[in-house]
């Protein structure tokens, strides 16, 4: 699938920083300890999308939701997906696990995880492989969670449609209850219904649902938004818990840099359906590359010092018609009229930590140097 | 010392729920509250805390929607509860909301200046049109918004945090002295939350205009906030300047809150081993004492005896409610200043007035259940209402009782000044009413705005015998909560009589009311008010809805509505792309249209066929939060207009349906179709028009059994054999079938009849609705030709499940026979059969 890329970092152009290593079986270091016990280290890809792109059909033409995104996630990692509502965080999620809906269609592209290409699982393989392979709590979850069920009956429910009718009740139980051990909520909860529950109760309960058949990767949207700041981080804790004890790779995906900054590893950006950068969550807050990523980490709103408003509005054109060249120089400060011209390419610039801005291009390091000049100077 | 703007003292808030029949329920949501905002300079004061804490409660209480159990509120140093009618009008226009979701204010077919006209109808602003312009273009540039850029825009083109500033905007336009901002920023991205931010300064700096800004985001009430209060269960746990206490939080409680708030460093993570407060725990109020106490790691055993009062921090103005500080002194309460006269009994409520407050309630309560009764066994309102009052006067402290019941009657009073002396106070005279026209039976009227000042006046004939219940609603959907519209009226009968009321205002609003009654032959009359108490700030009047269903007495004959009420909101036929016939009880395939792509249909009634018409969004909600929204009209076998799908005057909602008698000939239906996605995005959306009906003389067109034998192919497993296929009969070329089930055990199969080189698309689909997200429903087919030879494939589910699938022919002339399944792959794993839908759409030749 990577042959029909024409941005891929492999075949990245003359002049740039510098060449990306092979990530497979290489040796490079990563900046999150290795989950596996003597397995060698964590450097394997669990999951690897590949130039994947999303449409949505309109009367008016279709809506590029999701435009040629590549990433990996490596175990044990928790990969951070951010970006303004619209931006496609979640239409990504839906594709990689098949369940994008109509109007909504794959146009193409590459999921595999472990190895295995989801676009080519045949219909019962594909059912199996949902929540024992990937599994997704979806944004709004604790409000989808079936009102006439009680809590129990909904996890029993996606055990036994996967490891058939269980047939040792009390072993079940336990199982479950495990679960709740694991999320952080008491037995008793077992015999209620959704609406009896709060909602971070509920959240959790979505979370048990996602890990009960330990897949490979779970991803997380907007799992904690709409939640009190407490709540949010029993939440956000309990999620990072899981993740170490059942040993599954994390997407999360938010739109609060504050909270990722505490739970994720690496961070991706997507601006209007194209990956920006992604990188190393230390790099992106101590040293964001790409001018979207700047504006986001600027208006992060602190707690800490009182700053001076950084006004700035939403995506600003048709996402039908996106602007030519790169996707972000209608906002962008730094614009000039090669962005208009040459789409920017994924450029690497160290380990983990690629940005598709034409700024990091070596023929342009003049206009690099005084970009970063008067971001220095504001 | 001047008067300041907003002084609330002991503020206590009740609500209790069940009580009738089942056990009854009490929540405090507010307890003992006390808050200054000074008159000057404007400040911005921050209610923070979890949800459940009270801020909302605290907003509606300022604004008027819902009414203090005990203590006061006190604008301008005059206790709102003790206004007269003109002092209310005041205080209203210098009281003005912001709310939470800045699309729900919203009504998505409507430009954006639509909002504007609306505010300078109510308020008068002004009549000079250019004036009025400029009034706008004020408002919007104190936002930070060009009117060039956003008038003429509809909602769903502007980002939440421009649709939030308008909303502001249009505050600023009314020049008030308050804004209440109930979570302005919380559905909109950080990165987009600080233009509203800086419209708030603005407002504050530059217009003097001070703000009740609730939230429970602590990083944006750091950047902008002045005052501080920081609410746990209904009471102040700490307050101060903003920065105090954030900087260094006092009370235990809004340690953890703030400790919480994520620090966007990741080299600072949080400490994931101080062990959280399980949240069951963070719910359960102590009953005496601390409320925190449950919760608190520094927990005293005095903690228990007595909720702790705000001591005095080390920082000016700088108090928290916690016994860890008790050897500070505790911070006075400032006694209320008032302008005119004082309050009698000040400070302390004592749990004689709590109780005395709900005697109160409980006396609303038995006048509205007694209204009830009155109403249903056609009895004189009045008379009860008396009895009422009686009881109103025996309770052991009526000074208490009276508030509740004289806003009411200053309520009434302002709305209908000339009611008749023995009405009750919420009684609608007919004196003044704007008159409305004729109304039809089982015709809904589209939303109309209309208030006490503004009455409405609807007629209709009755028949001897003639049994009908006539219904007021309001037209808001309530989707967001809160909203408190309430529609009210009465009835006159031919003599000019009254009849019956609509609504029990004297004690609360409601969203609907229903009067069932046999008439008399002659002409009623329905007097319509409406007020607004919509949380969204429009305070004044309200959108409602009447309707008179019954049983026809005679030929029925659609009444068309005035063309003044058939305004934009009814869809002209004009410029609608032609989508053909509909044919009896078969739903459309989603189609896709706006406002600006106008679809129309066509169908046949036969006189006296009653049906009903039916439209809804075909959107998926996969996120939740989808507000798509269809529309549309129904006109006549003469053109006329018959009936209108749809409120869109108000807010969108996901199905609207019209019940016809039909005359005989064809009618049109104009659909057009919205999305509001609350996320902001596209414009258009799918719908669904179904025309529901007894045929009136079934007679399907017969067409011979294909006659051809399967011919042995080499079949790959998702070819569908014809054999064993259950018959479904002829498809009707563009006609959908909607949702058969079926699967691979139980196929079925459809007969067409082809000219030769006509093109066709032939489109199956799952008919499921995929409301819960991860539905993975796949139909599958198989086409044969007339000579039975396999022609093509619908579906590749050897590879996986899709939700659709079109094979494009051009086909030979004589008869084809599609063979259908389908299987369910939901993601809960429930596998088995699965609805779908088939069409066959001609192409042309
Ligand atoms: N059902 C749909 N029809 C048309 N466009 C859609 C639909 N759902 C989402 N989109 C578009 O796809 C893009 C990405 O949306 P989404 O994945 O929901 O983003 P995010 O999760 O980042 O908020 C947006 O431009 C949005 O307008
Ligand atoms: S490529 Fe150009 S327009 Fe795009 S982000 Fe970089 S500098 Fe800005
Ligand atoms: S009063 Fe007691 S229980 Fe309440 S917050 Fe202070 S120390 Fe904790
Ligand atoms: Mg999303």
Not at chain 1, 126 to 142: D, E, V, Y
Not at chain 2, 502 to 519: E, I, Q
Not at chain 2, 613 to 634: A, D, E, F, H, Q
Request: aromatic share 6%; net charge negative; glycine share 8%.
């Amino acid at each position: 699938m990577s042959e029909q890329r024409n941005t891929h970092p492999k075949s990245l152009p003359e002049g740039s920083v510098s060449t990306r290593p092979h990530k497979e079986g290489g040796t490079s270091t990563r900046p999150f300890p290795p989950r596996g016990l003597g397995d060698g280290g964590g450097d394997r890809v669990v999951l690897k999308v590949d130039n994947l792109r999303i449409h949505y059909a309109t009367p008016q033409g279709d809506v590029i939701a999701v435009s040629d995104i590549s990433f990996n996630l490596y175990e044990g990692e928790t990969l951070g997906l951010v970006g303004e509502s619209g931006c496609g965080k979640s239409t990504t999620a839906y594709g990689i696990l098949q369940l994008v809906q109509p109007p909504g269609y794959i146009v193409h592209g590459s999921i595999q995880v472990d190895g295995t290409e989801v676009l080519n699982l045949e219909e019962e393989e594909l059912r199996k492989f949902r929540w024992t392979g990937l599994s997704l709590i979806p944004q709004g979850a604790m409000n989808s969670l079936n009102p006439t069920m009680r809590v129990k009956d909904q996890i029993i429910d996606v055990i036994e449609s996967h490891e058939g009718k269980q047939k040792d009740k009390d072993a079940l139980r336990e199982r479950i209850f495990e679960l709740f051990q694991n999320v952080g909520l008491p037995n008793r909860i077992y015999n209620m219904y959704p609406h009896e529950l709060s909602g971070g109760m509920k959240q959790r309960v979505c979370i048990a649902m996602g890990v009960a058949l330990h897949p490979t990767v779970v991803i997380a949207d907007e799992a904690t938004s709409a939640l009190d700041v407490v709540v949010q981080r029993i939440v956000a804790q309990t999620l990072v818990k899981v993740k170490d004890e059942i040993g599954v790779s994390l997407i999360v995906i938010g739109h609060d840099m504050g909270l990722l900054a505490q739970i994720v590893d690496r961070i991706a950006v997507m601006y209007a359906g194209k990956m920006v950068e992604i990188a190393p969550v230390e790099n992106v807050y101590a040293n964001p590359l790409h001018p979207y990523t700047q504006l986001l980490i600027d208006s992060i709103p602190s707690i800490k010092e009182r700053k001076p408003l950084k006004i700035t509005e939403g995506i600003t054109h048709d996402p039908r018609n996106p602007p030519s060249g790169c996707i972000f120089r209608l906002r962008c400060p730094f614009a000039w009229e090669h962005c208009a011209e040459v789409e920017p390419p994924p450029i690497y610039v160290e380990d983990l930590h690629e940005v598709a801005c034409h700024l990091y291009d070596e023929q342009f390091e003049e206009r690099r140097t005084n970009a970063h000049a008067l971001i220095a100077n504001s | 010392m001047p008067t300041p703007l907003l002084q609330i003292r002991d503020a206590t808030k009740v609500y209790s729920s069940g009580g009738f029949l089942g056990k009854k329920k009490t929540v405090v949501a507010l307890d003992n509250f006390n808050l200054t905002i000074d008159e000057s300079p404007a400040t911005i004061t921050t209610i923070a805390g979890e949800s459940g804490s009270g801020k909302t409660t605290l907003a509606n209480l300022v604004l008027g929607f819902i009414k203090l159990t005990s203590g006061h509120i006190i604008f301008d140093g005059e206790d709102i509860t003790d206004m007269s009618d003109e002092q209310l009008k005041v205080y209203r226009r210098n009281v003005q909301a912001v709310f939470q979701d800045p699309f729900g204010v919203y009504n998505p077919f409507y430009r954006i200046d639509h909002v504007f006209d609306l505010v300078n109808k109510h308020f008068s602003l002004s009549d000079n049109q250019s004036e009025y312009r400029d009034m706008v273009e004020t408002g919007l540039n104190v936002v930070g918004l060009y009117g060039e850029d956003v008038l003429r825009k509809y909602p769903h083109q502007l980002s939440g945090g421009q649709r939030q500033r308008i909303m502001m905007a249009r505050a600023y336009m009314i020049k008030p002295r308050l804004i209440v901002a109930d979570e302005p920023v919380s559905m909109v991205d950080a990165s987009l939350r600080a233009s509203i931010l800086d419209a708030m300064l603005r407002l504050r700096d530059d217009h003097n205009i001070s703000f009740l800004y609730i939230t429970h985001d602590l990083s944006t009430a750091y950047q902008i906030g002045d005052q501080i209060y920081m609410l746990y269960q209904g009471t102040t746990a700490e307050r101060g300047t903003a920065i105090d206490v954030i900087d260094a939080p006092q009370h235990p409680y809004v340690q953890l809150l703030i400790d919480s708030v994520p620090v966007p460093d990741p080299t600072d993570k949080w400490d994931v081993n101080i062990s959280l407060p399980s949240e069951e725990e963070m719910r359960t109020a102590a009953s005496v004492g601390c409320r925190y106490y449950p919760r608190c790691p520094h927990r005293m055993d005095k903690c228990l005896e007595e909720q702790p009062p705000l001591f005095k921090m080390d920082k000016p103005k700088h108090e928290a409610a916690c016994y860890l500080y008790e050897e500070n002194e505790i911070a006075p309460i400032e006694p209320p200043v008032l302008v005119n006269r004082p309050i009698t009994e000040a400070a302390a409520p004592s749990r004689a007035r709590r109780w005395r407050g709900a005697a109160a309630l409980a006396v609303a309560v038995i006048a509205a259940f007694a209204l009830g009764f009155a109403i249903a066994f056609n009895q004189q309102p009045q008379e009860v209402i008396k009895e009422v009052a009686v009881v109103v006067t025996a309770t052991p402290e009526p000074e208490v009782a009276t508030p509740v019941a004289a806003t009411a009657v200053e309520r009434a009073l302002e709305t209908a000044p000339e009611a008749a002396v023995e009405m009750p106070d919420f009684v609608l005279s007919p004196d003044g009413a704007k008159d409305k026209g004729e109304l039809a039976l089982n015709v809904v009227t589209l939303d109309e705005i209309a208030d006490g000042a503004d009455k409405h006046s609807y007629r209709f004939t009755g028949s001897a015998g003639q049994a009908v219940t006539v219904k007021i609603r309001t037209g808001g959907s309530g989707l967001s909560g809160g909203n408190l519209n309430s529609p009210y009226g009465a009835i006159y009968g031919p003599d000019g009589a009254f009849v019956a009321a609509l609504g029990d205002t004297a004690v609360r609003p409601r969203r609907s009311y229903n009067a069932p009654l046999t008439l008399k032959a002659g002409a009623y009359t329905i007097i319509v008010g409406a007020a607004e108490v919509d949380r969204y700030g429009l305070v004044g009047d309200a959108p409602y809805q009447v309707e008179i269903e019954g049983e026809e007495p005679a030929v029925p004959e659609p009444t068309p509505l005035p063309t003044a009420v058939a305004q934009d909101f009814v869809l002209a036929p004009e410029g609608a792309t032609d989508k053909g016939e509909l044919a009896l009880n078969v739903v459309t395939l989603d189609e896709i249209a706006d406002g600006a792509d106008k679809h129309s249909y066509r169908f046949t009634g036969s006189a006296g066929q009653a049906v009903t018409v039916k439209i809804r969004t075909g959107g998926s909600g996969l996120s939740g939060g989808n507000l798509n929204s269809p529309y549309g009209t129904i006109y006549g076998p003469d053109g006329a207009f018959v009936a209108a799908l749809g409120d869109t005057a108000v807010r969108p909602r996901r199905s609207y349906n019209a019940q016809l008698s039909l005359k005989s000939g064809t009618y049109t239906i104009i659909v057009g179709a919205a999305e509001v996605d609350r996320y902001g995005l596209v414009g258009d959306a799918p719908y669904q028009v179904e025309i529901e009906g007894e045929e009136p003389a079934p007679e399907p067109t017969a067409l011979p059994a294909p006659a051809f034998d399967p011919t042995p192919l080499p079949q790959p497993e998702f070819i569908l054999s014809p054999a064993g296929a259950k018959d479904k009969g002829l498809l009707v070329i563009d006609v959908v079938i909607e949702s058969e089930i079926a699967d691979a055990e139980d196929k079925h199969s459809y007969r067409f009849e082809a000219t030769a080189g006509q093109n066709v698309s032939i489109k199956i689909r799952t008919g499921g609705s995929g409301l819960s997200g991860g539905n993975l429903n796949s139909p599958y087919g198989t086409i044969y030709g007339p000579d039975g030879a396999f022609v093509a494939p619908l579906g590749d589910t050897a590879v996986r499940p899709r939700r659709s699938y079109n094979a494009s022919l051009t086909l030979k002339s004589g008869v084809y026979t599609i063979i259908v399944g389908s299987a369910q792959v939901d993601r809960y794993g429930l596998v088995g059969d699965a609805p779908y839908q088939l069409s066959v759409q001609s192409m042309g030749a």
